[in-house]
């Protein structure tokens, strides 16, 4: 008989919205055992599952699924190492909606299996558990006598430093600042994606014997191909794409407005938020505004009003269906009482006397045909014009590429966008022994997309250092 299926997902515990607006602690409490057994009993376990396709490094998800619902956590905690050496960070930011649950068959006809979910239960638990999980007893190949620098120390970089480890090769992680983590650090908040997380994840990878170098910026300290006549066999770039955009509208050098990397930078990567206790200060106005759609407009709104701010908006030019933003981030964000401006463009901002900011001039839009990606152009409404009153702005348009380690590395092509050019499949660039993967090579994007990036660069480096000897 065939075995029936729960059609509803098991609900995963939250803190309450009017709660959590008062601290900075995770919002998602994630599933206990019971809860997880549950929901992994809902897959469907097909023969031909459509889940693996959609995860950019290939984590057998019905097999540690299989396992959960055998009560066999140790092996589901294998299974995902296999191929994630960074699971409990995956289960809490990855858009699984758009990748592995977006391809799950039982999502045809019901709501999919909580796959992200259950993957952050079993790292956690694996983290909670490291000698019963067995996880973190690593026996690793007889080294290569190759070695390879990584820089960058982001999602990209250390999945492609952990399995070059795990290949055999000696591996040293370049990175620029002073905390290993890249954008896991500096860019997503405690709230969402807490750091001791984070620092468990790289410790992992530091155990595999892999070596990181903080304060190490490639392309001012020392260059690429210093790094290649100091021994290293292969270089991969996993740099990502910090700088800024901004809008390049009258008004935007004014006080009190911030680039998002900048307020994000200071708040979770140099503890702002723990002021005086850390000794990097950040002004909050009592009315913000955030301009943009994506997670990191989300997470700007939703720190403004754990930091104090009375009201915080969200300025965005297309309408709720066409923000890039995940959509539980932007449910979240609606709960804590973000209000949400749709079609709506920042024409000018207005300064006091003393140079702060005091408002914004903005146009109301409406949505015309669709672009190149699908999503609907917002065109200007002529004589739409007002004025929002605010002393806080934080410009959240999207990252581009930093360009110095790319111009201080000769032979290293880039795109008209200021990316480096690289192979999709292999990371492989047009300089010879150098590979590159994630947002420097992508732009902007997800954590797992640049982590498949690295896995498939890590590869083809292995594949390179064994065939040339």
């Given at each position: 008989m065939a075995k029936k299926i729960n059609p509803n997902r098991v609900p995963v515990p939250e803190q309450k919205p009017e709660v959590r607006i008062r601290n900075v602690d995770e919002v998602v409490l994630g599933y206990d055992f019971d809860m997880a057994f549950e929901e992994a009993n809902r897959c469907l376990q097909l023969p031909k599952p459509g889940c693996i396709k959609g995860c950019p490094v290939e984590v057998d998800i019905p097999g540690f699924i299989r396992a959960?619902?055998?009560?066999?956590?140790?092996?589901?905690?294998?299974?995902?190492?296999?191929?994630?050496?960074?699971?409990?960070?995956?289960?809490?930011?990855?858009?699984?909606?758009?990748?592995?649950?977006?391809?799950c068959i039982l999502g045809k006809k019901a709501p999919?299996?909580?796959?992200?979910?259950?993957?952050?239960?079993?790292?956690?638990?694996?983290?909670?558990?490291?000698?019963?999980?067995?996880?973190?007893?690593?026996?690793?190949?007889?080294?290569?006598?190759?070695?390879v620098a990584v820089v960058g120390s982001g999602p990209a970089?250390?999945?492609?430093?952990?399995?070059?480890?795990?290949?055999?090769h000696k591996v040293t992680v370049f990175e620029a600042l002073h905390e290993a983590g890249g954008v896991l650090m500096y860019g997503i908040p405690e709230f969402r994606l807490p750091k001791k997380i984070v620092k468990a994840?790289?410790?992992?990878?530091?155990?595999?014997?892999?070596?990181?170098?903080?304060?190490?910026?490639?392309?001012?300290?020392?260059?690429?191909?210093?790094l290649l006549k100091d021994g290293y066999s292969a270089v991969f770039l996993g740099i990502g794409a910090g700088a800024p955009m901004f809008l390049h509208i009258s008004g935007e050098n004014l006080n009190g407005i911030y680039s998002a990397n900048e307020y994000l930078v200071r708040i979770n990567l140099m503890k702002s938020y723990l002021f005086p206790e850390y000794d990097t200060p950040i002004k909050i106005g009592r009315k913000v505004a955030v301009v943009g759609g994506g997670d990191v407009a989300m997470d700007a709104s939703r720190w403004s009003l754990r930091l104090g701010a009375d009201e915080v908006h969200i300025i965005y030019r297309r309408s709720w269906e066409e923000m890039p933003s995940r959509l539980e981030e932007r449910n979240h964000a609606k709960e804590e009482g973000i209000i949400f401006d749709f079609l709506t463009v920042p024409k000018q901002f207005f300064g006091d006397e003393h140079g702060w900011v005091k408002g914004i001039e903005c146009y109301?839009?409406?949505?015309?045909?669709?672009?190149?990606?699908?999503?609907?152009?917002?065109?200007?409404?002529?004589?739409?014009e007002f004025t929002m009153e605010v002393d806080t702005v934080v410009s959240a348009l999207g990252t581009v590429p930093n360009p110095l380690l790319p111009r201080s590395t000769e032979g290293l092509e880039t795109t008209k966008w200021g990316t480096i050019a690289a192979d999709e499949k292999t990371?492989?660039?047009?300089?010879?022994?150098?590979?590159?993967?994630?947002?420097?090579?992508?732009?902007?994007?997800?954590?797992?997309?640049?982590?498949?990036?690295?896995?498939?660069?890590?590869?083809?480096?292995?594949?390179?250092?064994?065939s040339s000897g």
């Open positions: 959960i619902q055998e009560r066999d956590l140790p092996r589901s905690a294998k299974i995902l190492w296999d191929k994630n050496s960074l699971p409990a960070v995956c289960g809490r930011v990855c858009p699984q909606e758009r990748q592995c649950e977006g391809t999919s299996v909580a796959i992200g979910k259950l993957e952050r239960f079993v790292a956690d638990w694996a983290r909670e558990h490291p000698s019963e999980s067995g996880v973190f007893d690593i026996k690793l190949p007889k080294p290569s006598g190759k070695r970089g250390l999945t492609a430093a952990a399995d070059l480890a795990k290949y055999g994840e790289i410790d992992y990878v530091r155990s595999l014997g892999v070596e990181i170098t903080v304060n190490s910026v490639i392309g001012r300290l020392t260059s690429v191909d210093e109301k839009t409406e949505l015309g045909e669709p672009d190149e990606r699908g999503r609907r152009r917002p065109v200007r409404i002529p004589g739409s990371g492989k660039t047009s300089k010879d022994r150098v590979w590159a993967g994630g947002d420097i090579t992508s732009g902007a994007a997800t954590v797992i997309s640049a982590m498949g990036a690295g896995k498939r660069a890590a590869a083809d480096i292995d594949a390179w250092l064994r």
